[in-house]
């Protein structure tokens, strides 16, 4: 079953506008991950959010968490159209470092130049 | 990506036969998956791998083995394909020291 669901399901936007997807899960979670896959391609990983942290910043990139709604959210600044892609958040349920992760349905995000 | 391949890139194969996905690492990372993407599910855990011999069940592992003799190769067998699992199979390393998967490119399969 789905740990992870993402919202929405598809975005597009203008080049240079922001892009924010969001991510529900289910149950506890050791860290949450957020990866992008480009069309015929492998998932690439972007960001890791621990438990105990409520944000993180890479790039443009930035990441929420927040345990008590058992929410994340990522948003892309400034988008390009080489951020066309589609995002997935994936989650480690277990407190003991199984490295077991469950990844949402994802977001196709397409950035119009 | 550096580091992991998948052979092969593309199969087509007919109903009832055996296939056998590789997955081999450069990387000398301990965990090793092998995950199923299809459209409407994302991706889904077949089996995975935390070390040489050492396998487990996923979420969707039915109709599917591993095997795991070295620590860089992790190989999929489907024993008897089925249409059901026209997919593509997607193979991911871990070190539980860094952040993150590191995926392989994909085998797109094609069981007609």
């Known amino acids: 079953s789905q740990q992870g669901e993402e919202d929405p399901q598809a975005l597009s936007i203008q080049e240079g506008e922001n892009a924010t997807m969001n991510c529900s899960y289910k149950?506890?979670?050791?860290?949450l991950q957020w990866y992008r896959q480009n069309s015929g391609r492998g998932l690439v990983h972007l960001i890791l959010i621990r438990s105990n942290e409520r944000e993180k910043h890479s790039g443009r990139l930035r990441v929420t968490l927040d345990t008590s709604k058992k929410s994340s959210s990522l948003l892309i600044t400034a988008s390009r159209a080489a951020d066309t892609a589609s995002y997935f958040c994936a989650t480690d349920p277990s407190q003991g470092g199984s490295e077991k992760l469950v990844f949402g349905k994802g977001t196709k995000l397409t950035v119009n130049p | 990506d550096a580091g992991i391949t998948q052979s092969p890139r593309h199969k087509v194969t007919e109903t009832g036969t055996p296939v056998t996905l590789r997955c081999h690492q450069t990387?000398?990372?301990?965990?090793m998956y092998w995950y199923r993407q299809d459209p409407g599910h994302g991706l889904r855990l077949i089996h995975y791998s935390y070390g040489v011999k050492d396998t487990d069940k996923g979420e969707v592992s039915d109709g599917y083995s591993v095997s795991r003799s070295k620590t860089e190769d992790f190989l999929l067998t489907l024993e008897s394909a089925t249409s059901s699992q026209t997919s593509v199979y997607f193979c991911?390393?871990?070190?539980?020291?860094?952040?993150?998967?590191?995926f392989g490119s994909g085998t797109r399969l094609t069981v007609v």
């Open positions: 149950t506890s979670i050791n860290n």
């Open positions: 990387e000398n990372h301990r965990y």
């Open positions: 991911a390393i871990s070190d539980p020291l860094k952040n993150g998967y590191t």
